[in-house]
């Protein structure tokens, strides 16, 4: 577990309890990581703690990012080694309207998507430099990696889910009409890796079209592949028209099995409302039971998922009180178990 900032340790404290009520046999240990560690040491993840991690069979977290510590630091030194540290190449994130849940679209769209985005690689990768920092003629350049191997490799866990789901259809998005270099690579690993499921539909669409048609007409996805950044983008849209970030959950996942996957909500530490007890957890107990269904735990996972759908159908009708987070995640504890 790794609370992390802001509103990071009130949203895992009750992932952790809904996590206990169905799985009470579960061994956890606590990391003190973010900004109060790097206040006090300087220390975002420390080589020890990493390799601890290591022996861990999954990893929660809850956000990462503070306004006293420079942007980036924390961001890149604990969320980013992270996930690069542990390979978590396929990043992946449903984008689903529960039962009951008010989109702020029209009509009554039906959203049942998952993105998959690349977590290892792009412009992420931290490439690039800055010439004549502070002069009027500075250059900051930031490069986007992209490797054959690991794009293929997303892109082929992108198809095994798309084959293994009813509509059978994956769009790529990138922005090929420009990044014509990384956009050309994705493109061909894609239509290279097609003939090995010839019963999935492979459809393209440019970034910003996209990002339109995720408001205008989401229906039209199934599961999407894409790189870290556009994901990153895409995936905050994604959760608007679904209920809110306070719902979007995520798995950052090593689908080989040889580091220890992590989940985590789909939003960041949220300054704004931490510490007062106003932070939605449910984002976080949808990753727990992301978590569970990644670790062979299906049972368990679908009891917290109905857990989940049955309160957001509860939350609509007018009246209904807002709940603290402690209180939301009692009351996602309570329904898990039945
Ligand atoms: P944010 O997701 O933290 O907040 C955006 C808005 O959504 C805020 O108004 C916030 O109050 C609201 N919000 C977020 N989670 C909520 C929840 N569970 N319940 C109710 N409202 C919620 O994004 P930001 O403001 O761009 O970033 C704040 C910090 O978090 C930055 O330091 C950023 O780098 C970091 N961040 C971390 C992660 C992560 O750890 N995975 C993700 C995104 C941002
Ligand atoms: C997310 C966040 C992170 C990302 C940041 C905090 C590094 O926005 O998990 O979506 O860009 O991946
Ligand atoms: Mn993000």
């Known amino acids: 577990m790794i609370g992390g900032d802001g509103i990071g340790p009130e949203v895992v404290a009750e992932g952790l309890r809904v996590l206990r009520a169905v799985h009470p046999k ?3 240990t606590e990391y003190d990581l973010g900004a109060r560690r790097w206040h006090q040491t300087g220390e975002t993840l420390p080589d020890a703690v990493l390799e601890e991690l290591r022996g861990h069979d999954a990893i929660l977290l809850g956000a990462v990012g503070d306004p006293g510590v420079p942007s980036g630091v924390l961001e890149r030194g604990l969320l980013l080694r992270l996930r690069f540290e542990l390979d978590h190449h396929v990043n992946l994130r449903p984008v689903r309207l529960y039962p009951g849940v008010a989109s702020p679209l029209a009509g009554d769209p039906t959203i049942d998507m998952i993105v998959v985005r690349e977590g290892t690689e792009g412009p992420y990768a931290g490439a690039g430099g800055v010439l004549r920092r502070g002069t ?53 690993a894609v239509a290279e890796v097609a003939p090995e499921f010839p019963d999935v539909r492979v459809d393209y669409q440019h970034v910003d079209a996209a990002s339109m048609f995720f408001v205008t007409d989401p229906g039209r996805f199934d599961v999407i592949v894409t790189d ?74 679908a009891r917290v ?25 009692e009351d996602l504890a309570a329904r898990a178990v039945g």
């Open 26 to 28: 579960v061994d956890t």
């Open 136 to 188: 009027p003629h500075e250059v900051a350049t930031e490069e986007s990696l992209n490797t054959r191997y690991g794009v293929e490799r997303v892109v082929r866990d992108a198809f095994r889910r798309a084959a293994r789901r009813e509509r059978r259809h994956l769009t790529l998005v990138h922005k090929n009409n420009v990044l014509t270099k990384a956009g050309d690579l994705w493109s061909r």
């Open 228 to 301: 870290n950044m556009f994901g990153d983008i895409i995936t905050d849209i994604g959760a608007a028209i679904t209920g809110g970030i306070g719902l979007a959950a995520s798995g950052n996942l090593d689908p080989s099995g040889a580091h220890p996957s992590m989940f985590e909500p789909v939003h960041g530490s949220a300054p704004d409302i931490a510490g007062k007890q106003l932070a939605d957890p449910t984002a976080t107990v949808a990753s727990v039971a992301m978590l569970l269904d990644h670790l062979g735990h299906a049972e368990e996972a």
């Open 305 to 329: 998922e109905a857990a989940v759908a049955a309160s957001l159908a509860d939350r609509v009708g007018a009246g209904a009180a807002a709940l603290s987070t402690r209180e939301r995640g």
